[in-house]
């Protein structure tokens, strides 16, 4: 758990089952799938997507999930999955959420460093991420953190830009 004093805001490690981390993905997916359909999404469509798209290889050995909380109130939260790509272990970040409360106050940032912190520790050479082209803060904050723009490495029908950074 890393405390962020004068902010009251907390980053924990959380399993994916757990009820802030279920809050967290709720919240994700709320925010996510609204600017995606332009309309506010049903708690039945985020319980479909929960469904279809499960989170239990976020924790260890195959991964982590990070809830960040004020006032314990989900401000956001990040996951970090490993995968292998070409016989190499790489981290890759999913699940980037950052309360519109609280945005612009440094959070992004703050949780793309408890990933690299954590990758390093587990000695991999590279994170990856994909995103969708309207999400363009978020390209901005991955851009400034040392992400670059590289060719597709996945066939997801949302995403509209991959990015990479090198760890070593």
């Known amino acids: 758990m890393t405390a962020h004093p004068g902010t009251g805001l907390v980053v924990a490690v959380v399993k994916p089952a757990e009820p802030p981390a279920r809050q967290a993905l709720r919240d994700y997916y709320h925010d996510i799938g609204g600017r995606y359909y332009d309309r506010p999404m049903t708690e039945a469509e985020i319980d479909d997507i929960l469904t279809e798209e499960p989170d239990e290889d976020l924790q260890p050995p195959t991964g982590w999930f990070w809830v960040a909380t004020s006032e314990d109130r989900v401000a956001g939260c990040i996951g970090l999955r490993?995968?292998?790509?070409?016989?190499?272990?790489?981290?890759?970040l999913t699940r980037v959420f950052v309360s519109d409360t609280v945005r612009r106050q440094g959070l992004g940032a703050r949780l793309l460093g408890v990933v690299e912190r954590q990758a390093r520790a587990d000695g991999v050479p590279s994170l990856r991420l994909d995103v969708r082209t309207d999400l363009v803060e978020?390209?901005?904050?991955?851009?400034?953190?040392?992400?670059?723009?590289?060719?597709?490495?996945?066939?997801?029908?949302?995403?509209?830009?991959?990015?990479?950074?090198?760890l070593r």
Request: hydrophobic share 35%; no cysteine; glycine share 10%.
């Open 82 to 92: 490993y995968v292998t790509e070409d016989g190499v272990r790489v981290g890759e």
């Open 138 to 166: 978020a390209r901005a904050l991955y851009a400034r953190h040392g992400f670059h723009e590289v060719p597709r490495f996945n066939d997801s029908p949302y995403a509209g830009h991959w990015f990479r950074k090198a």
